[in-house]
């Protein structure tokens, strides 16, 4: 049984920092390139941050370019998402996600490539 199990969500001021953590179980991790959605209220799901298995290749999207850094441990079976310059409309439940994928060195912005989910992480920004 896999499980993705997301972490250190909360609360933060604008400006503010938070690193969240994915552990994941019941999977080969160094087979699966990782990601990270989110969803604001009324919005859908969109692609935050992704990285491929190797873990030498990371993709953003412009949103968070420059403030969020996304990283893997394999020794671990985790992956964690350090935010940084936080903004209100960073607002949203922070998911990870899992894509089997056979290149070492490729990642996916593409929530159909992810097959394996965790529940999510609230994160909230206040102004």
């Known amino acids: 049984q896999f499980q993705l199990a997301e972490s250190g969500g909360g609360l933060v001021q604008t400006g503010g920092s938070l690193r969240l953590s994915c552990g994941v179980s019941?999977?080969?991790?160094?087979?699966?390139?990782m990601g990270w959605f989110r969803q604001a209220p009324g919005k859908e799901r969109e692609f935050v941050a992704a990285i491929s298995r190797g873990g030498r290749n990371a993709r953003y999207a412009d949103a968070v370019k420059g403030r969020f850094t996304i990283s893997r441990d394999d020794a671990k079976n985790t992956m964690a998402l350090q935010m940084s310059s936080l903004k209100p409309e960073d607002t949203a439940v922070y998911s990870c996600?899992?894509?089997?994928?056979?290149?070492?060195?490729?990642?996916?912005?593409?929530?159909?490539?992810?097959?394996?989910w965790g529940q999510g992480t609230q994160v909230t920004v206040s102004s």
């Open positions: 996600a899992a894509s089997f994928i056979i290149e070492r060195e490729v990642t996916s912005v593409y929530e159909r490539d992810y097959g394996y």
């Open positions: 019941g999977l080969t991790f160094n087979n699966y390139a």
